[in-house]
């Protein structure tokens, strides 16, 4: 079972909050400069993503509408579902959680190495979520407004206001300039990345520095915990369950089900903790808590699921299903060329290497290039 490192970070920022948490002057510089840094995210998000490579992946359409719609819809519902959980299993501020975490985008770099773990349609992986991870900016910000409404912790149509202007704005700003710094961006996407994931850091310990001037441990217990694992479990396992066999009932071909199982029922801890900061502000602590736990979660177990598709009956004397997508590959392989909003690290291989951090420097990571023109059948070392 894989341990995502930094996710260990995140948990150590947590911790560092819970001893050192910013108060007065120091809070309001922490706020000031986690402001930025989602602006500067969204920034460099913009300026990955090539539009035109996107907008050539949507060939394969419906496996990428599919993908949108168990992110966007299937999601969702299971989230709402969930609130019969309250008060026995969840308390409301955790359930908020849970049900913002049914919100946020798909993720990239890890779906895409799952995917060339398990030997699936790698392309149709980076393009289903580049378009998720695009879609994610207007459409997350939406059902919270309709789902969560000002029960969410602070919640209100003014965090509508700050979407626009921290989130869409620097995206947008970040695609009119990708031509002249575009370059620049590919050839420190290293450093970029360590930036990526810092930004993110700071945006956790500001938030878990307000939830402990408001108390928040005093209002998650172990068992709380403990609870909201064990609905989370349920979650992923009905989406794992569903992706796979819902792709079949479509008439997808193993390959193109892959990537649907693993583009599917995963969230982007990367593009939702910006998210939640700007939408639920000082109660952003309680409402990020069921995303980092069911980060790693989905890691875990993806990785496992990988490896054993891998060796599925008929893979090594090539599947019939390979080439469903590969009319596609030229055009998808870029679309996620730096598309976005979420997975950074590298994306490795292997038995657990592939589950490692997808947070930080964006889909145009190790994983994305080296796919272009390549058989969908190969994994990538």
């Not at 309250?86 to 890890?110: E, H, N």
């Not at 066999?245 to 599917?264: E, K, S, T, V």
Request: glycine content about 14%; proline content about 4%; hydrophobic content about 50%.
């Amino acid at each position: 079972m894989p341990i995502d490192p930094y996710i260990v970070l995140l948990l150590g920022t947590v911790g560092l909050a819970a001893l050192f948490p910013a108060h007065g002057t120091g809070a309001t510089v922490a706020s000031g400069a986690s402001t930025a840094a989602i602006a500067f995210l969204f920034f460099l998000y913009g300026a990955r993503l090539s539009t035109r490579e996107a907008l050539d992946g949507l060939r394969h359409w419906r496996l990428h509408v599919t993908v949108l719609a168990c992110t966007f819809l299937v999601f969702p519902a299971l989230g709402l579902a969930a609130r019969a959980t309250v008060p026995v299993l969840l308390t409301q501020p955790l359930y908020q959680g849970l049900l913002f975490l049914t919100l946020v985008p798909s993720t990239i770099q890890s779906s895409i190495a799952f995917t060339s773990i398990a030997r699936g349609n790698v392309p149709a992986a980076i393009c289903a979520g580049s378009f998720s991870s695009l879609a994610g900016i207007v459409i997350t910000p939406l059902l919270a407004a309709v789902l969560l409404g000002n029960s969410g912790g602070g919640f209100s149509a003014d965090s509508l206001v700050k979407i626009v202007l921290q989130l869409l704005v620097p995206f947008l700003a970040g695609q009119l300039l990708r031509r002249w710094i575009g370059p620049f961006i590919t050839r420190h996407k290293k450093v970029l990345g360590l930036v990526d994931r810092g930004s993110i850091l700071l945006v956790v310990y500001t938030a878990f520095s307000e939830g402990m001037i408001q108390g928040i441990w005093h209002q998650v217990s172990p068992a709380r915990l403990g609870a909201l694992l064990l609905v989370e479990a349920a979650v992923l396992a009905v989406m794992l369950v569903g992706t796979w066999y819902g792709g079949r009932a479509l008439g997808f071909g193993r390959a193109d089900r892959i990537a649907i199982q693993f583009a599917g029922s995963k969230k982007s801890l990367a593009a939702g903790l910006p998210m939640a900061s700007v939408l639920f502000g000082a109660h952003a602590s309680l409402a990020v808590l069921p995303l980092m736990l069911f980060h790693q979660m989905q890691l875990m177990v993806c990785a496992v699921i990988a490896k054993r598709r891998a060796h599925d009956p008929g893979v090594e004397s090539g599947d019939a299903d390979r080439g469903a997508g590969a009319e596609d590959a030229g055009a998808g392989a870029g679309a996620g060329a730096g598309a976005g909003a979420e997975d950074g690290g590298r994306a490795g291989s292997g038995n657990g290497g592939a589950a490692g951090t997808e947070t930080g420097d964006g889909a145009e990571g190790s994983a994305a290039h080296p796919v272009q023109g390549q058989p969908h059948n190969r994994v990538l070392r």
